[in-house]
């Protein structure tokens, strides 16, 4: 079976717009987090998000692409450039058919919804008084979720595989697990995946808030992403895309390419329980995770680092908890954890992406970022387990394995190795 690695890496996160600023970010502890800027949320229960900052879309892209993108598809196509780039990749001196991407985005473009719903409902009148609706030709395009994908591929002539992924907070997950698999298979040598969301609208906030799915920590934006904490009352938006270049061995190695780490197994399950609500002992979760191990050809006592989904929720946590004890035990010997989100927010489709992007260079660098704002653990979670909280950790990392978990009952696992 052919291995498959990941020889360029690209970010766009709230902790910084490439993927040295975002892992320096990481490592130190930072918050993302701060007051809603993209609209006025004042009437809204929550006041922050975990916004992109500075981005400008004009440095990566022309006017007829920003013209005719959705926020999230800019986001994609700035962090597929930076993995691209990273990567040394020369496209021109390759099979089109054999490169492909594969993107994944949980709610597509949703500001150009509102936007063009809102003109629709206020717009024009016709001569004789009648509502004219007027739609810009772009609407469906900017749209929908799989232009990211689609942009991509024309921008850099990738002509094989191409599609998008959505499966909630696990499309990123997904999308590499499908690239991992095309790319065993001989379906293609080079796969772009990741994914982007843009999810800090008002159709967004208000539906999370009405389902109090959301931080309503006005008062304290940066603490207000706490994983496991006592405290906790919901995760924090937030926005950004993450980018992988994931490439058949044989033909990294051929080219002399940098690699990162080995994408070395994946695997998705189903809850089957409930809609918004993950499996309240973890049994989907569970089995992903050893299913995912069996992929790689991994025993659990070779995980050294696991990224939690650890979104801030009451019952999302301990549902977690109760997966990862059920396949590690209470008391891991060597297993580090930690939940990002607590500085990131939860990118929904993009989160996975950033996550796995975490995970590779805890590999490269030996250290572990820590989960930050988790004052007063939980005391239904086992002190005997290792969540790294306050600070990072130099620690050697030969494996990593990133969890993901979606509205819907889906769950997504990767599994990262040392090369």
């Keep these: 079976m052919k291995r498959v690695v990941v020889t360029g890496i690209g970010a766009i996160t709230p902790l910084g717009n490439d993927p040295a600023s975002y892992w320096t970010q990481l490592k130190a502890g930072v918050s993302g987090a701060g007051p809603i800027t993209h609209f006025n949320a004042a009437a809204f229960k929550t006041h922050f998000a975990c916004e992109v900052k500075q981005f400008d879309p004009s440095a990566s892209l022309d006017r007829n692409e920003i013209k005719r993108t959705d926020l999230f598809t800019q986001y994609a196509l700035a962090a597929a450039g930076q993995a691209i780039k990273d990567s040394g990749l020369d496209f021109s001196k390759m099979d089109p058919f054999d ?5 994944g985005s949980g709610q597509g473009g949703m500001a150009t919804f509102e936007e063009q719903v809102r003109e629709y409902a206020t717009g024009a009148t016709a001569p004789g008084g009648e509502l004219q609706p007027r739609f810009s030709p772009f609407f469906v395009p900017k749209l929908i979720a ?126 089957a329980y409930h809609m918004t609500s993950t499996h309240p002992e973890g ?13 790689a050809g991994l025993n659990k006592e070779e995980v050294d680092y696991l ?72 005391p239904a979670i086992p002190r005997s387990l290792n969540i790294l909280l306050g600070e990072a950790v130099d620690h050697p990392v030969q494996v990593a394995m990133s969890n993901t978990f979606g509205f819907g009952g889906h769950n997504g696992i990767v599994v990262f190795k040392k090369i």
Excluded at 99 to 103: D, E, L, P, Q, S
Excluded at 341 to 366: F, N, P, Y
Aim: aromatic share 6%; with cysteine; proline share 3%.
């Design 99 to 103: 490169t492909g991407v594969i993107w």
């Design 146 to 271: 799989n232009m990211a994908s689609g942009m991509i591929s024309i921008k850099y002539g990738l002509m094989g595989i191409n599609y998008t992924t959505v499966s909630a907070c696990s499309t990123s997950n997904t999308a590499f697990m499908d690239a991992l698999n095309y790319i065993r298979l001989g379906k293609a040598k080079v796969i772009v995946a990741g994914g982007s969301e843009a999810p800090v609208t008002e159709a967004s906030i208000g539906g999370f808030n009405s389902m109090k799915a959301l931080s309503t920590r006005n008062d304290d934006p940066q603490g207000a992403s706490r994983p496991f904490d006592v405290s906790r009352d919901g995760f924090v938006m937030g926005e950004g895309a993450g980018a992988l270049i994931l490439e058949e061995y044989e033909h990294a190695r051929a080219r002399g390419a940098h690699i990162y780490a080995e994408l070395a197994g994946a695997a998705m399950t189903a809850d």
């Design 283 to 295: 049994a989907g979760a569970r089995r992903a995770m050893t299913d995912a191990l069996k992929d």
């Design 307 to 378: 990224n939690v989904h650890a979104t801030s929720t009451p019952v999302g946590d301990l549902s977690e908890i109760n997966a990862v004890i059920s396949v590690f035990g209470e008391a891991p010997s060597g297993l580090t954890i930690s939940a990002t989100k607590s500085m990131t927010g939860h990118l929904l489709g993009a989160a996975g992406a950033i996550e796995a992007i975490a995970c590779i260079l805890s590999i490269r660098d030996s250290v572990i970022p820590p989960t930050i704002n988790t004052r007063e653990l939980d």
